[in-house]
Antibody
Framework: EVQLVGSGGGLVQPGGSLRLSCAAS????????MSWARQAPGKGLEWVAN????????YYVDSVKGRFTISRDNAKNSLYLQMNSLRAEDTAVYYC????????????WGQGTLVTVSS | EIVLTQSPATLSLSPGERATLSCRAS??????LAWYQQKPGQAPRLLIY???NRATGVPARFSGSGSGTDFSLTISSLEPEDFAVYYC????????????FGQGTKLEIK
């Protein structure tokens, strides 16, 4: 059974940093692009970042470029999102997700971890 | 950058009725369009991929159609569990491998 278990969320002050983790199991993690997406309270879904299987390519939504860094450790079957210079508008539930069959969409999602940026 | 616009923002219908949700892309996305269902407190669920293919386990009452810039998600006869928020989404492969979501349509019970 595929499992994506996110962790690391919490309350952080504006300008602060946080590192999210996503532990993957039940599939060959090193074989897939992995992603982070987010959803602000009461708002829609927003893609945040992607990372290629070997970490050689990374892409970000414009609003997080230069502040967030996506990374992965294939030996640990883990995905990460380092978030720096956090802003109130980064407050959201953050999901890790992946596309298992080149569907062009995510068929597997984590349960989400809440990040709250507030003083 | 491709923008996806969904309509209507809210759709009020009764169980048993037919629902049609729309998604328009700012430029052609061919058939690379997916649909999701999201219920409160849950992660999204993939319903449709490549515009018209049902994902694993999705009931036959859900169907997708369209290509280019205009797409539809149809629920032939609404069940109580279908009332939720629906999102369309496109993945672009060039110049950046990135995803774009529509703003969502809330399907509510009338």
């Amino acid at each position: 059974e595929v499992q994506l278990v996110g962790s690391g969320g919490g309350l952080v002050q504006p300008g602060g940093s946080l590192r999210l983790s996503c532990a993957a199991s039940g599939f060959t993690f090193r074989s897939y692009w992995m992603s982070w997406a987010r959803q602000a309270p009461g708002k829609g879904l927003e893609w945040v970042a992607n990372i290629k299987q070997d970490g050689s390519e990374k892409y970000y939504v414009d609003s997080v470029k230069g502040r967030f860094t996506i990374s992965r450790d294939n030996a640990k079957n883990s995905l990460y999102l380092q978030m720096n210079s956090l802003r109130a508008e980064d407050t959201a539930v953050y999901y890790c997700a992946y596309d298992s069959g080149d569907y062009g969409g995510y068929d597997y999602w984590g349960q989400g971890t809440l990040v709250t940026v507030s003083s | 950058e491709i923008v996806l616009t969904q309509s209507p923002a809210t759709l009020s219908l009764s169980p048993g009725e037919r629902a049609t949700l729309s998604c328009r892309a700012s430029q052609s996305v061919s058939s690379y369009l997916a649909w999701y269902q999201q219920k409160p407190g849950q992660a999204p669920r993939l319903l449709i991929y490549h515009a018209s293919n049902r994902a694993t386990g999705v009931p036959a009452r859900f169907s997708g159609s369209g290509s280019g810039t205009d797409f539809s998600l149809t629920i032939s006869s609404l069940e109580p569990e279908d009332f939720a928020v629906y999102y369309c989404q496109h993945r672009s492969n060039w110049p950046s491998y990135m995803y774009t979501f529509g703003q969502g349509t809330k399907l509510e019970i009338k």
